[in-house]
């Protein structure tokens, strides 16, 4: 249980800090305009750092709605079941679906990813630094997925849970 608990309080760092990435996402997309048409310099740059910063969000999120359980989800029905019985759902969602789908994007975008970060690749069009990370995102939120998963699945049901 400690190390669940020590996974848990980690996921919840993470999540907590990538959630200041949206304002300088909402700062790089609101300064590409003036850059490209007063300053005339750096908006393929601001635009660039801003894909990079979306990557990550969008990396991070993905787990964080699942802890909030904000994803879309047809629970018609299991909102009229017991806390147990839906912690029970929870952890069969999370070993048939959310763990099999996170390992198979980590295995299957294994050479794609590798090599990537290996060769620090660029952007393609503008020749940038940083394009590796964007597809290195697609890793963070795979382990993510993956961290959540095993929570879900082996954290014991406790009253007062939904």
Not at 7 to 20: C, N, P, S, V
Not at 50 to 72: D, E, K, M, Y
Not at 117 to 146: C, Q, R, S
Request: aromatic fraction near 10%; charge should be positive.
């Amino acid at each position: 249980m400690r190390f669940l608990d020590r996974l848990d309080r980690l996921i919840g760092r993470i999540i907590a800090t990538a959630q200041w990435l949206a304002l300088p996402l909402i700062l790089l997309l609101f300064l590409q305009w003036p850059l490209r048409d007063l300053v005339r310099c750096c908006s393929r740059e601001a635009n660039d750092l801003g894909q990079i910063i979306f990557a990550l969000f969008v990396a991070v999120s993905v787990t964080a709605a699942t802890r909030n359980a904000t994803h879309l989800a047809s629970d018609a029905l299991a909102h009229r079941y017991s806390p147990r019985a839906r912690h029970r759902l929870r952890q069969c969602g999370a070993a048939l679906a959310v763990l099999p789908w996170a390992l198979f994007i980590v295995i299957a975008s294994k050479p794609f990813v590798v090599g990537s970060v290996l060769g620090l690749e660029l952007f393609p069009d503008t020749f940038n630094p940083g394009y590796f990370i964007i597809k290195a995102a697609l890793w963070l939120m795979a382990i993510l997925m993956i961290a959540q998963a095993a929570l879900d699945i082996f954290r014991p049901w406790r009253p007062g849970d939904v």
